[in-house]
């Protein structure tokens, strides 16, 4: 019976009448609750068109006049959409799914490796992950699917095509009940900078400049530049990803690169959030979640860390903060903890809890990555079930919205006795519901 429940969507709704005071037939209200408990949910994004809505306290909104087809998503749910008309009599009620992603990661390649992806699959189905993070633009600036956005033709973005079938692939996971989150690298783009240079990084002697991979970024200052990332996130939203996560958002770690504007502390904040909230804008008609990777030091460090990433300026545009929370990557440690490798449950709860009082938002705003990789930094150990598990209980405990789990080689096998073999209750009980609403 369970495997029927697969082949069913998640975003789950149901809508029936309840009476409201105070609200008109002409301009008639709705209402947006949480499916399982009832509790209104304050602060529900419902859009119409270019319109944005959000709920009251007691989860109310006015139905925007002329508005045929609402979308709503909150942090923490399944997102849903509904045509609201005609009413019963006067109002409806729309009943949310609470939703944690529990996720892995599949890179450019591995995403269009059958022996890559589908071990990667069962071992969703077969413990409590439930979403699955794509490389939608990768690493080298490559776009794994033939792309409807001309100039990732133009500049070489689609010089490898390693997903022949993007929309056979969106239906399959859809089908599967997996959430899925479309990673795409922003400034870190060499096809770009080189078909563009007068978009690309530049050395203090003009040349381009290059990171230590011997790769080229591009200037977060130039519009061009956003405009092209966003083209593909809106593509991705219209393949039906639930949710847009931004990586190398950001200036690059290093003092030497030249840019379009002074390399001060402020241009650098005002880019970065900039980019977001143009994204935020421009992909609000559908209803997608945005979230953004961030350094994990930077839930400590009161500065930008000298790439344009401010926590304070970085969670108001996106609906997630996603910091990389690796303990690899701590090479400093933090107050307390000089052994970050050791002490992987303590790296990210504090990380975590850190980000939470300096924003004084919910934690349900953050969703960590976490190491699922083989230590580089310290003594090269190697992060199995018991290091991995510990990092989800730290993040769990902290009230984080699910985790993402990093490797850069999709090598999940030292993940499985990690994870816990069996789905949530409310995981299965969306499911049990959703086939009797049929």
């Not at 609402?70 to 019963?88: M, N």
């Amino acid at each position: 019976m369970e495997k029927k429940f697969w082949g069913f969507s998640l975003a789950l709704l149901v809508l029936v009448s309840f009476p409201v005071l105070g609200y008109s037939a002409e301009y008639p209200a709705m209402k947006v609750v949480d499916y399982f408990t009832g509790q209104p949910i304050e602060g529900a994004k419902v859009t119409s068109g270019n319109e944005l809505i959000l709920t009251d306290p007691q989860g109310l909104f006015l139905i925007p006049k002329g508005g045929n087809k609402l979308k709503v998503r909150a942090y923490g749910y399944q997102r849903a959409e509904v045509s609201p008309f005609p009413l019963l009599p006067n109002s409806q009620v729309i009943r949310l799914v609470p939703f944690t992603p529990k996720a892995l990661y599949l890179t450019f390649y591995g995403v269009g490796e059958r022996v890559i992806r589908e071990p990667a699959l069962n071992l969703i189905q077969q413990t409590e992950l439930n979403a699955l993070v794509i490389d939608i633009k990768g690493d080298r600036g490559w776009i794994p699917y033939k792309s409807s956005v001309s100039l990732a033709t133009e500049v070489g973005g689609q010089k490898i095509i390693t997903v022949r079938d993007i929309d056979g692939l969106m239906k399959s996971l859809k089908e599967k009940g997996i959430y899925t989150i479309a990673r795409i690298v922003v400034f870190k783009d060499n096809p770009l900078a080189l078909a563009k240079p007068e978009w690309a990084i530049r050395t203090n002697g003009g040349e381009i400049w290059r990171d230590r991979e011997g790769l080229a970024w591009v200037d977060p200052f130039r519009k061009e530049v956003w405009d092209y990332n966003i083209q593909i996130a809106i593509e991705a939203a219209q393949l039906g990803f639930d949710e847009i996560q931004f990586d190398y958002v950001r200036f690059p770690d290093a003092s030497a690169p030249h840019f379009s504007q002074p390399n001060t502390e402020e241009n650098r904040v005002k880019a970065i959030s900039g980019f977001l909230q143009e994204a935020r804008n421009r992909l609000m008609p559908y209803n997608v979640f945005l979230a953004s990777d961030i350094f994990g030091y930077v839930c400590w460090n009161l500065n930008d860390t000298n790439i344009g990433q401010k926590l304070e300026s970085l969670v108001l545009p996106v609906d997630y903060l996603s910091p990389m929370l690796y303990p690899s990557g701590f090479q400093y440690g933090i107050p307390g903890y000089r052994n970050p490798v050791a002490n992987p449950y303590e790296i990210v709860y504090l990380s975590l809890k850190k980000a939470q009082e300096r924003t004084n938002f919910a934690p349900n705003r953050f969703r960590p990555w976490l190491q699922a990789f083989r230590d580089y930094a310290f003594d090269r150990r190697v992060f199995n079930g018991k290091e991995i598990r510990s990092q989800i209980e730290a993040a769990e405990k902290s009230g984080s919205l699910g985790w993402m789990l990093w490797n850069p080689q999709n090598n999940y096998n030292y993940s499985f006795d990690a994870l816990k073999k069996e789905k949530s209750p409310t995981w299965i009980t969306s499911l049990a519901h959703l086939a009797k609403s049929l």
